[in-house]
Structure formats: structure tokens, C-alpha cells
């Protein structure tokens, strides 16, 4: 039903690094801003990057963010325990004039 | 410090009606872009609706267009979603947002609200 596409999971090691996409269309992430959300279990969303690549104030370098064409990425290196979480892209989507999610996407720490 | 308190959710009837409420403070509602969000138990972000700082703009997912009414009591400070209509699919917990650079920099904690008979 969502308008963009990521993957359901990703996995990694402490210490590694991992990378989510997030796929949509040129009404959406190709000719608007992306943010990117973690819901750790049990909470609400927090916000981890906006207009694309800008951490909010009080968010580690470790995340990163990035948009290429009607794609958008969302990194974290060096891994920890505490970013087991289910991960979530978010844009406006001008043909439906409605923000739209990305599937969302769960990190497990192995 | 910034906080955003929903309430009024529950339990009601298919066909039957809601009133939530979030109470803001640490911030002045009417300087923001607010939004509702839900989420079914356990699945994804589902965006309801949004209202601009003045409240003069707003606009609604087609799921909820013409059954869903947000607006805004600056005075008070606070959101409102009202929910007539309601179906089984509306289930969910429903999260308002406060709006900075075009995202939801802020949310409450969240009211579940359950359309079952």
C-alpha cells in the first residue's frame, strides 16, 4: 500500500555497517525532501534526518543520509545494540498531495 | 522542553465517533505545520493529516477524507482530530506530530483507538 519500498530487514555485526534503501517515484522522493525515522520497540518515531542528508541536533555522525534520483539511503556505521530498531523513510508525494512512509525496515544486531 | 500529550482514545462501535486531543507545550501550536500519524499494532507509519501554523489550510489521506476533521485551539494549545465514521480499519495507534523543516521533528506518545462491536 506504501508508495515507497524498503526493505523488510537488514543485519549486520557490532561494529558494522549497514545501509537501508528506500525506493519511490519522481512525485515523491524525486522532487521533495526524505527524512528518515527510528522507532525503537515500544515508542513513538524520532526523527533522525531531514532534507535529505541533515541530522537533527543530539543525532551521532554514525547515521547518515542520502538521495539519488527517486531513491533515498540511510546509513549507520559502527553498529550497536541500542539501533535495533524498525526504520522508516518518509517524503510528500506531490500527485497525491499526502506525506507518504517507506514500508519501514527492522535492524537486528547479530 | 517540548512535549506532546494525545488523549481520547478508546474503544467504540463501527459507525460511532472520536475526539482526540494533543496538548502541546514548550512551544506555541500556532508557530508549526501539525500533523496526525498512525500506525496499526505492529506494522508501518500511516500519515492522517496535517494543518498549517495559521489553520487555515488542511489536508487528509483519501482513507479519511470527508470522515476525519483536524483542527487546533491555540488558545487551549492544542490539536484535535475528529473521527466520525469510523471502520475497523481505522484501528490503531494515532501519534501527533509537531512539523520543523518539513518533517515530524516531535511526537506524543501516542492513543490507541479500537473500532470493534
Not at chain 1, 546509513?75 to 500527485?95: F, M, P
Not at chain 2, 482513507?63 to 487546533?72: D, E, L, Q
Not at chain 2, 491555540?74 to 475497523?88: C, G, H, P, V
Amino acid at each position: 500500500q506504501s508508495v515507497l519500498t524498503q526493505p523488510p530487514s537488514v543485519s549486520a555485526a557490532p561494529g558494522q555497517k549497514v545501509t537501508i534503501s528506500c525506493s519511490g517515484s519522481s512525485s515523491n522522493i524525486g522532487n521533495n525532501y526524505v527524512y528518515w525515522y527510528q522507532q525503537l520497540p515500544g515508542t513513538a518515531p524520532k526523527l533522525l534526518i531531514y532534507e535529505n542528508n541533515k541530522r537533527l541536533s543530539g543525532i551521532p555522525d554514525r547515521f547518515s543520509g542520502s538521495k539519488s534520483g527517486t531513491s533515498a539511503t540511510l546509513g549507520i556505521t559502527g553498529l550497536q545494540t541500542g539501533d535495533e530498531a524498525d526504520y522508516y523513510c518518509g517524503t510528500w508525494d506531490s500527485s497525491l498531495s499526502a506525506c507518504v512512509f517507506g514500508t519501514g525496515t527492522k535492524v537486528t544486531v547479530l | 522542553e517540548v512535549q506532546l500529550v494525545e488523549s481520547g482514545g478508546g474503544l467504540v462501535q463501527p459507525g460511532g465517533s472520536l475526539r482526540l486531543s494533543c496538548a502541546a507545550s514548550g512551544f506555541t501550536l500556532s508557530g508549526f505545520w501539525m500533523h496526525w500519524v498512525r500506525q496499526d499494532p505492529g506494522k508501518g507509519l500511516v500519515w492522517v493529516s496535517r494543518i498549517n501554523p495559521d489553520g487555515g489550510s488542511t489536508t487528509y489521506a483519501d482513507a479519511v477524507k470527508g470522515r476525519f476533521t483536524i483542527s487546533r485551539d491555540d488558545a487551549k494549545n492544542t490539536l484535535f482530530l475528529q473521527m466520525n465514521s469510523l471502520r475497523a480499519d481505522d484501528t490503531a495507534v494515532y501519534y501527533c506530530t509537531r512539523s520543523l523543516f518539513g518533517a515530524s521533528d516531535f511526537w506524543g506518545q501516542g492513543t490507541l483507538v479500537t473500532v470493534s462491536s
